[in-house]
């Protein structure tokens, strides 16, 4: 009977739905293990190859933990909000709604034929209001509670303004925006409506104007992954700087807390490193700078207050609040000039961009506190507004990029060393002294450092504080897919809409695109407001705000009391195993461990970190195609001609390229944006770039997973996606070896039935090398499962199938059979059937390595004869050398090479090799 792969995989994907294999309920008497994928988008080109890899992965490691006895939640779902289902609805008319139910029936049924061990009674979409009225209770928990950093805990604004009425802000210590101070009579007097501006500094959901990544043809803020080279990834175009006013989460009042807390954490170094850079914490002072002819004072943050006494001129971000205060009437038309440039780049393209050297002067000048010197005050687009103050002290002497700014305007340069260079530290070299001030000399950088720290204080110029990198998220998308805010309004001031209104469902619309005025799709919307008439807020929350707790719902999915219940909560606590993709090193893990923290202190959970241990995959890599457009046309000229005109790369989807030449009817056919498109040739040929990279549906170069399902069987993609390399690397997809793989499961097979198809498998005792096999592939397999070294167990098991040759042996293919099914569920569930068992393999104990048949009394020699390998042969452990070298000479296979001749040496390597030199 030959291996029918399709048959065998459609009756037991089907057996698996009917039987609820995979459903798991919450057991107290069974160890739990909670195994989380990062659920996918569902867009209408469906999974790829690249995909799977992580499902695969872990798939392996929840059905391995059930096997050794522990109760596995193993759960998906759908992260269904977000733009590009919204900008598809815009291109095609269809409801986003639509268009991802039939995306999310399209990833159910590629994902059930790759045989997932999910159990779908848990299921979670982002987009259903019944998930997502958990995503508003939280923002409304948010709304109402404040940070208090002496206690380090979110606590009710109720006890906030209860302090406020009695004893103004004198004594807390709260996470601001903004340090402000008075008294409880001046807080007693204000209005309403002043009162809650106020408590928007302190709420950990607040409303506040702040610079974002505005794209007026998609009409939405983006993220700044969502833009590069001053365009939108989805659509190429523009996008400028814009101050508006934004729902925001202060993540920043949870800095700390989340940089000591990867220390708990079981995730690589490297990600650890990523996210302590994004948190950057820095160690330093506040210091003001007096500015000429105003009463105003510049602040700066700097980790180096040793170096003041070197600094020749300031300089302040283009989106700084008093920019136009601090330019000068005869520097005014190229301060705007300036920023207008500036609003079409992006902060990732200013922070990456550290060779360019731009600016301009505002004509103003500060006056440097220690020396008195007037020192000019420059714009410039390598300091960020949300950085800090928004504005630095630059010591050319001391940094690179201030030197690179001072040597291009022409500004002074205080010399560090008397001839020396100028970019180095601002210390002796050969001393380890501070030189660059009579006030400091003599002393080592660190005491320098601690000196002016107190220095600043004494002198009344600062105080030394504790900054992060990290910022607020900005919480607000003006779009319409997505979730609706739960915030109402009455004279412009947010109130939050009571718990039992929850959910507040999106409302059904015709048209998806912003408004003529720039307003969000929701303006659209006749009576969107309460029954009393005050309007809803008309922007959507942003794609991870369902993404950051859904872990929690997996856990208790049909609960409508909470978000998750005690027991349920008690009972999984955290995910003991996370597998995704390094690309959510910073954004998504930052928000989840804010947002699972904050409902720590509320005591909803009781965990404090989400996510215990955390494995990335590494990428699947596609070669990917671009067309070149002439910037401002829908005009594309082709590779070889790119260079004459000014253009911007846009993927192309490389199922409409051949050999890197775009075939011109399909791309217009493509989206409709290119239906009128126009061609520059070369050879009557469109020629488009490549590059192998990532394979992404954003990149149009995905490779579906359907075609080797269908061909060769889920099972042996499982297997091949494991066998590709180390999990955590990124290779790049061929199919090349996929036939190995195939091949193997195929002799797999062949071990248990003979050519008419009849079970073969014996009741025979195993020989102890069938059973060294045996327990050497136990324990190969089960380290390399705890490791994450899936491809090398994919290896074992083709080298274990070579020894064992035709065993058919129920003692040895039993437990093999056992062993494998993690990998190929499918094969190992009818083979388990075969062997007269009628319950699934799923319920089997995992097979345990006896270390006793690891232990060899002999040991199979290979003999060479002047080098080359010419016969086996067995010795006993415990013969010496001497004993062997005196035995292989009389073998007949030694006789035969000899041939008379007398060897001239015999070296016995011990349990390696013998060489006899003739």
């Not at 990544?213 to 590069?228: F, Q, R, S």
């Not at 978000?563 to 195993?577: F, I, Q, S, T």
């Not at 062997?835 to 390595?849: F, K």
Request: glycine residues 6%; charged residues 25%.
């Amino acid at each position: 009977m030959e291996y029918n792969f399709k048959e065998i995989e459609a009756k037991w994907q089907s057996r698996w739905r009917a039987d609820k294999t995979y459903k798991v309920e919450t057991d107290p008497s069974r160890p739990k293990f909670y195994v989380l994928d990062m659920f996918p988008y569902p867009s209408g080109a469906g999974l790829h190859v690249g995909h799977p890899l992580g499902y695969i992965a872990s798939d392996i490691y929840s059905r391995y933990k059930r096997l050794k006895g522990f109760n596995v939640l193993h759960p998906m779902g759908y992260d269904a909000f977000g733009l590009p289902a919204e900008q598809y609805a815009i291109q095609t008319g269809q409801h986003p709604a639509v268009t991802t139910e039939q995306n999310i029936a399209r990833y159910r049924e590629q994902l059930d034929k790759i045989g997932f061990s999910f159990d779908w009674d848990r299921e979670v979409r982002t987009c259903d209001p019944g998930y997502y009225k958990w995503t508003q209770w939280a923002f409304l928990e948010m709304f109402s509670h404040w940070y208090d950093r002496s206690k380090q805990q979110a606590r009710p604004v109720a006890e906030l303004t209860a302090a406020f009425e009695t004893s103004g802000t004198e004594g807390l210590d709260a996470a601001c925006t903004t340090e402000m101070h008075f008294t409880a009579a001046e807080w007693n007097a204000k209005s309403e409506r002043e009162k809650e501006q106020i408590l928007q500094n302190y709420r950990l959901a607040f409303r506040a104007d702040t610079q974002v990544n505005w794209c007026p043809k998609l009409g939405t803020v983006l993220a700044n992954d969502e833009v590069h080279d001053g365009l939108s990834v989805r659509g190429g175009y523009p996008v400028e700087q814009k101050r508006m006013k934004q729902w925001l989460l202060r993540v920043t009042a949870y800095a700390q807390r989340m940089l000591d807390g990867l220390d708990k954490l079981e995730w690589s170094d490297s990600l650890k490193e990523i996210q302590r850079n994004w948190i950057g914490r820095s160690e330093g002072a506040q210091v003001f700078f007096d500015i000429e002819n105003s009463d105003r004072k510049l602040e700066i943050f700097t980790t180096r207050p040793d170096t003041i006494f070197g600094v020749t001129f300031m300089v302040i971000a283009p989106e700084h609040e008093w920019v136009g205060e601090l330019t000068t009437p005869e520097n005014k038309a190229a301060v705007e000039e300036y920023i207008r440039q500036t609003k079409k780049r992006s902060e990732r393209d200013r922070i990456a961009d550290t060779k360019r050297v731009s600016g301009v002067a505002t004509g103003s000048y500060a006056i440097n506190p220690f020396t008195n010197k007037a020192i000019p005050i420059y714009i410039s687009d390598y300091v960020l507004s949300g950085y800090g103050t928004g504005a630095i002290m630059a010591v050319p002497a001391h940094d690179s990029r201030d030197w690179a700014f001072a040597r291009h305007f022409g500004l002074e340069i205080v010399p560090v060393v008397e001839g020396g260079d100028i970019e180095k530290e601002s210390y002796d070299a050969k001393t380890g002294k501070v030189i660059n001030s009579d006030f400091l000399n003599g002393m080592d950088v660190k005491e320098a450092i601690q000196v002016m720290f107190a220095e600043v204080e004494k002198r009344g110029l600062g105080k030394k504080l504790v900054n992060y990198r990290l910022r607020d998220a900005i919480f607000s998308r003006q779009r319409y897919w997505g979730e609706p805010f739960p915030i109402y309004y009455k004279n412009d001031t947010a109130y939050p809409l009571a718990e039992d209104k929850l959910p507040l469902e999106l409302p059904p619309i015709e048209n998806f695109g912003p408004t003529a005025e720039g307003e969000p799709p929701l303006a659209r919307v006749k009576g969107w407001a309460t029954p009393e008439g005050c309007p809803y807020e008309l922007s959507t929350m942003p794609g991870f705000a369902g993404s950051s707790a859904y872990y929690l719902r997996y856990m208790d999915p049909h609960n409508d009391k909470a978000l998750v219940g005690k027991e349920a909560d008690e009972y999984w606590r955290n995910v003991d195993l996370y597998v995704g993709g390094i690309e959510h090193a910073t954004g998504h893990l930052m928000y989840s461990r804010f947002w699972n923290m904050f409902l720590y202190d509320l005591g909803c959970v009781c965990e404090e970190e989400p996510f215990r241990k955390l494995v990335n995959q590494g990428m699947i890599q596609g070669r990917s195609n671009f067309v070149y457009r002439i910037v401002g046309t829908n005009r594309f000229v082709s590779l070889g001609l790119k260079d004459q005109y000014e253009t911007q790369a846009l993927y192309v989807d490389v199922n409409i390229v051949r050999n890197d030449i775009l075939d011109l009817d399909a791309f217009r056919a493509w989206m409709p944006e290119y239906k009128d498109a126009e061609f520059i040739l070369e050879d009557g040929k469109y020629v488009c770039g490549w590059a192998i990279e990532k394979m992404s549906k954003s990149f149009y170069n995905v490779v579906n997973p359907d075609y080797i399902v269908d061909n060769y069987g889920a099972d042996t993609l499982r297997m091949y996606e494991m066998f590709l390399g180390p999990l955590e690397q990124s290779k790049p997809w061929d199919t090349n070896g996929i036939d190995g793989v195939h091949k193997f499961l195929r002799r797999f097979w062949r071990l248990f039935f003979d050519r008419d198809g009849q079970l073969c498998v014996t009741d025979e005792k195993a020989t102890e090398q069938e059973l060294r096999t045996l327990h050497k592939t136990i324990k190969k397999v089960s380290e390399d499962i705890e490791n994450f070294s899936f491809n090398t167990s994919v290896a074992a098991f083709m080298i274990c199938l070579n020894e064992l040759g035709e065993c058919s042996k129920r003692e040895v293919l039993e437990p093999l059979t056992v062993l494998l099914a993690p990998f190929a569920p499918h094969i190992a569930e009818e083979l388990w059937a075969a062997l007269g068992h009628t319950e699934s393999v799923c319920t089997a104990s995992y097979p345990v390595c006896d270390e006793t048949h690891l232990l060899r009394n002999s040991f199979e020699y290979p003999v060479s004869v002047n080098g080359k390998l010419r016969f086996r042969k067995e010795y006993a452990a415990s013969m010496t050398p001497a004993e062997i070298q005196a035995d292989v000479v009389t073998a007949p296979e030694a006789q035969k090479w000899l041939e008379g001749k007398t060897p001239k040496k015999i070296i016995v390597v011990p349990g390696k090799i013998i060489n006899i030199v003739i």
